[in-house]
């Protein structure tokens, strides 16, 4: 075992290609020391990613997580939320209303493909997953296996980013409530990815601020995509804000390949210290 972890990883309960059982054995072989379930808008996959780990006498720690998508001016912005009480009914009320959202969204996409004669259908998208939260990765993911495109990133550049025909903006909640509802369930909210989403300076720090008056705790300082000075800049956000640092791959399986549990792009080191400060804020228990 490493003294190493990973903070931000996805199943097949949302857009990742593993189930939760099988992100949380990869993580094992890893020798990662802990790692938590963060699936998009839900936490579907926690209760068997938890149950896992004693299943199987695997010697990591499983960590209950999500990661809420929320409104930022023209952009949605991602806070990653760590212990949160998956079973808590506010949280679980809240999460629901994310996925009808997504769901109503999906079907208008999947009216628009299929009025332009490609015919997409819900059942291809969840991969005999019904329950799985469908994203713009999904639709990615088949108009690459139908030869429309041929790698996910043109997929999402013709197609499904704004702007194209067949994007369809949702309809977010706003940062503070996303922030709320994870405290409210026990949660550490994390902004997720801060360099991600391309702000200036500036703006950046400017919405840090007002997330961090919302309660935002922690931000993430290690992360797959970021460069040596990335980190760096993202170590200076944590320290002038105040807030705890994270880190995690974004494992998402297949649909990312280039980007291993643990490892990220084959540098990442997640220390355990990072989960531990997490932890302490509030009084999760890690033993």
Do not use: W
Not at 127 to 134: R, S
Request: hydrophobic fraction near 35%.
């Amino acid at each position: 075992m490493t003294n190493y972890i990973d903070l931000h990883t996805h199943s097949n309960a949302s857009d990742g290609t593993c189930t939760p059982t099988e992100v949380v054995r990869l993580a094992a072989q890893k020798g990662l020391r802990a790692m938590a379930l963060t699936d998009h808008d839900t936490v579907s996959g926690v209760e068997e990613a938890m149950n896992t780990a004693s299943a199987f006498s695997l010697p990591i720690q499983v960590i209950p997580g999500t990661e809420l998508s929320v409104a930022y001016k023209k952009q949605d912005i991602h806070i990653v939320g760590l212990f949160v009480d998956h079973r808590n009914k506010s949280f679980q009320d809240m999460t629901q209303l994310l996925i009808r959202r997504r769901l109503e969204r999906n079907e208008e996409m999947i009216r628009r493909f299929n009025a332009n004669g490609i015919p997409v259908t819900y059942e291809e998208l969840t991969l005999g997953n019904p329950n799985a939260v469908i994203t713009r990765a999904h639709f990615a993911r088949y108009l690459v296996e139908h030869q429309i495109v041929k790698i996910p990133n043109e997929a999402f550049k013709k197609y499904l980013d704004p702007g194209c025909p067949y994007f369809i903006p949702r309809e977010y909640i706003q940062p503070e409530d996303g922030i709320e509802i994870i405290r409210k369930a026990g949660g550490v909210p994390i902004l997720a990815h801060p360099l991600h989403y391309k702000l200036p300076q500036k703006e950046l720090e400017t919405l840090i601020a007002r997330l961090k008056d919302a309660g935002l705790m922690g931000i993430e300082v290690k992360y797959s995509n970021h460069t040596v000075q990335d980190e760096y800049y993202a170590s200076q956000l944590a320290s002038r804000f105040d807030l705890l640092p994270s880190g995690g791959s974004d494992f998402h399986g297949a649909n990312k390949p280039a980007i291993d549990i643990g490892t990220g792009r084959g540098t990442l080191a997640v220390p355990y210290e990072y989960l531990e400060n997490l932890a302490a804020a509030v009084d999760y228990p890690l033993s």
